[in-house]
């Protein structure tokens, strides 16, 4: 760490890039712990976001290079009711609504508030898909099963262009 002199002309200490008025490397420790509790917390439903995203954005070109499905895919249809379908449509778009909604406030809050943000977050969520009629688990199959199914899959989309 380098120090540095601010405008009382002190000598400060860049810690986790950011200059502070003490020397405790244990500030900064637990600030990166902090940090990276909020990544573990975000990980999943960022992830679950960017790939419902890259999905949403690739059934086009998916439709174009799927093969005609085999035997195999064929013996396991997908039951899922309309209705069902039309709950995984409205909560996905309103989960991608307030999964934009709260990484944006997470990017410009502090720190020490980035855990219950991100808390609210995930009941938000929660709540949009129960909201709709569905368990999250449900919600989080249906989504599988149309990763996986291009007929489920172009169903979700169809509901979802519609609205």
């Given amino acids: 760490?380098?120090?540095?002199?601010?405008?009382?002309?002190?000598?400060?200490?860049?810690?986790?890039?950011?200059?502070?008025?003490?020397p405790s490397t244990e500030r900064c420790n637990r600030m990166k712990e902090k940090d990276m509790q909020v990544l573990r917390i975000w990980a999943r439903p960022l992830a679950a976001a960017v790939l419902s995203a890259a999905w949403i954005a690739s059934v086009?070109?998916?439709?174009?290079?799927?093969?005609?499905?085999?035997?195999?895919?064929?013996?396991?249809?997908?039951?899922?009711?309309?209705?069902?379908?039309?709950?995984?449509?409205?909560?996905v778009e309103q989960v991608s609504t307030i999964k934009q909604s709260y990484q944006e406030k997470l990017t410009s809050a502090p720190p020490g508030e980035k855990e219950r943000i991100t808390?609210?977050?995930n009941d938000a969520m929660a709540r949009a898909v129960t909201d709709q009629g569905l368990s999250v688990e449900e919600y989080n199959l249906i989504i599988k099963v149309a990763q996986n199914d291009p007929q489920i899959r172009q169903k979700i989309l169809q509901r979802v262009k519609t609205k």
């Fill in 1 to 22: 760490m380098s120090a540095l002199r601010d405008a009382a002309g002190t000598a400060s200490r860049r810690c986790c890039s950011r200059l502070v008025n003490h």
């Fill in 60 to 91: 086009p070109l998916a439709n174009a290079q799927t093969p005609a499905p085999n035997a195999q895919t064929q013996a396991q249809p997908s039951n899922i009711p309309d209705q069902k379908l039309d709950a995984a449509a409205a909560a």
């Fill in 119 to 121: 808390g609210e977050a």
